[in-house]
């Protein structure tokens, strides 16, 4: 199961600036290059999910209805350029609410795992790709790698104060969806059988934390 989970502003489509939101559809203007990124991941299998936080609605800053017309806009492009995205999961909560659903908590990953049968440990070793400490903090909570893009909120400089730094730092989703597909997680089958051959001489073993383990046979005592 490959999935990558993307926030939205400042990753999918320009970000807006600091304290300000998109508001409506001709305010949506998706970075160069993101469409295409997005397709490139649907086209390799993987299943991609939006977890993006929109405190603008709880503020009173815009409707919820105007975000589902921003969302629907958004999806249709995606899909008109080849791309598929599963879902859009939002928090419209305001900062102060102390809701459960506020990136960098990781409800809606643990929602958009169930939605594919799959458990938490399905994300580990997959990617969050976001621009803000608190997407690089989501993924880290989810045992995601995290890949930050630089084409939103963070500068590269502002990494040396965060307590969780990004697996990768990059320009943008397109040089981002490249590292993603450069890496891909180790085969699920495989971490969840304990014994795998590989060829003659090789088992491979998985360990507590998904990373393979080559060991020489004649080195195993079975
Ligand atoms: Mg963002
Ligand atoms: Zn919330």
Known sequence: MKIVFLDRDG???????????VTKV???HFIPGSLEAIKTLSDNGYNIFVVSNQ????KGVY??????????????????H??????????????????KCRKPEITS???????????????????FIGDTKSDILTG???GCKTILALSGRAKRSDVNNWGVKPDFITKNLASAVKIVIENPAPDEDLVDSNLTFLEENVLALSSDNGKMIMVKKESLII
């Open 109 to 127: 990953i643990n929602k958009a795992v169930k939605s594919l049968g799959k458990t938490l440990k399905s994300v580990k070793s997959n990617f």
């Open 26 to 28: 001709k305010d949506f």
């Open 11 to 21: 990753v999918i489509n320009e970000f807006p600036g600091n304290g300000k939101y």
């Open 140 to 142: 880290y909570n989810a």
């Open 63 to 80: 409707s919820e209805k105007k975000l589902q017309h921003i969302t629907r806009n958004m999806l249709k492009e995606v899909k008109a």
């Open 82 to 99: 080849g791309g598929k995205i599963i879902k859009v999961y939002y928090c419209t909560h305001r900062s102060d609410a102390g809701c």
């Open 55 to 58: 405190a603008g609605v709880g």
